[in-house]
């Protein structure tokens, strides 16, 4: 069976910090993706896209700054070149209140990068099982190579997972020093997918720490019309970790749920 090549990016807001993945067989679609992706930036007149600068017309965007039709063809254009490559987006985007909540109920420390690239990982074997896979993640910061440690750490500590991490059939690395990711189209895709994630779920209406997660919006929203575009393109898949997901976690981890307080204990009104 042909390996697997998977591209993973980071996106953090002030309430919610998400991971996504675009993954794809070696050969045909991320070869696919690159010209089709050169050939729209070219169509466009910009060397690379991503997702903040573009938002805030910023760098090679400056000039489209409330341009709104250019906008939307360059998105259209975007999405439509990653529908053609046959590819699968995947994310977990983890509330920032609700993994502060449990790491001050278990006093675990649990670092939030580290445990989406975590969680990212797991939807990938949830999906592919037991297929070889090669995974490249962008460089978060400088504490990249201790955030690789942890997500090994947490994933080998988690019965459900541990057997199929120990296999090393998931391999990954940061993306080399030294280079950039404005350079690599595979990364442009994952930064895409990591930023309409984390948007899709700061909008959805009501997300925050005083409504509970039964409540809540848990699957990619369509509220955005570049989310709906990019997740159709993708079919993309993942979930919103909120702090009962992330409780269930940690107790299979430690078999023991006697820290859990329940949602409506933990949720309070001014």
């Known amino acids: 069976m042909e390996l697997l090549k998977g591209y993973l ?32 930036l070219k169509e466009f007149g910009v060397p690379y896209f991503h997702s903040k600068e573009f938002t805030v017309s910023a760098g090679p965007f400056k000039s489209w700054k409330g341009d709104e039709p250019r906008r939307r063809r360059f998105v259209q254009a975007l999405t439509e070149a990653a529908s053609q490559c046959r590819l ?16 001050n109920q278990t006093k675990a420390g649990i670092d939030i990068y580290a445990l989406a690239v975590s969680l990212c990982f797991m939807e990938m074997s949830n999906i592919y099982g037991w297929r070889k ?7 978060l910061d400088e504490n990249m190579q201790r955030r690789i440690d942890l997500v090994d750490e947490y994933l080998s500590g988690d019965d459900r997972y541990a057997h199929w991490w120990s296999t090393h059939l998931l391999e990954y690395a940061a993306r080399p020093k030294g280079s950039s990711s ?8 994952a930064d895409f997918l990591a930023w309409e994630s984390r948007e899709s779920t700061e ?5 925050s720490k005083k409504t509970p997660a039964q409540q809540r919006g848990s699957h990619w929203s ?14 993309a898949q993942g979930r919103v970790w909120e ?24 949720y309070t009104s001014d």
């Open 88 to 103: 699968k987006g995947l994310y977990a985007t983890v509330p920032v209140e609700d993994l502060a909540y449990l790491n």
């Open 9 to 40: 990016d980071d996106s953090q807001g002030d309430s919610v910090v998400s991971v996504a993945a675009a993954v794809g067989t070696v050969n045909g679609p991320w070869k696919t993706l690159a010209d089709l992706w050169t050939d729209v």
């Open 222 to 235: 369509g509220q955005r019309a570049s989310a709906v575009l990019l997740g159709h393109a993708v079919a």
């Open 243 to 266: 702090y009962e997901r992330l409780a269930e976690v940690y107790a299979r981890r430690h078999s023991c749920m006697c820290w859990w307080t329940p949602p409506n204990e933990r």
């Open 203 to 207: 909008r959805i209406k009501g997300v």
């Open 133 to 139: 896979s090669d995974c490249v993640l962008d460089r």
């Open 182 to 189: 404005k350079e690599v189209k595979e990364l442009q895709l």
